[in-house]
C-alpha cells in the first residue's frame, strides 16, 4: 500500500476481500484468456487511458497477463 500510517493501512486490509481459488481460475478472474475478467478489464482500462491521451497505443489482447497458473499451483497445493 502507499502512503497511510501502519495503523490505517492495518484497517485498510482488513476489508480485503481475495476470492477464492476456485473462483480465481475461472473465467470469473483469470482462466480463459481472452475470456477470463481479467484481460477484458485490462483492455478496457488500457482504451480509456488511450482516449485520455495517456498511452499512445493498446494490445489486441491482454490475455497473456491473465495467467491463472499460480491461483491454480495453490490450488493443487490445498
Do not use: H
Amino acid at each position: 500500500m502507499q502512503g497511510g500510517t501502519a495503523a490505517e493501512n492495518s484497517e485498510q486490509l482488513k476489508t480485503t476481500v481475495v476470492p477464492p481459488l476456485d473462483e480465481q481460475v475461472s473465467d470469473k478472474w483469470l482462466g480463459g484468456g481472452e475470456k477470463s475478467a481479467v484481460a477484458k478489464i485490462l483492455k478496457d482500462t488500457a482504451g480509456f487511458l488511450k482516449d485520455q491521451k495517456k498511452i499512445t497505443t493498446i494490445k489486441d489482447s491482454y490475455a497473456a497477463f491473465a495467467d491463472p497458473q499460480y491461483a491454480e499451483a495453490a490450488k493443487a497445493s490445498n
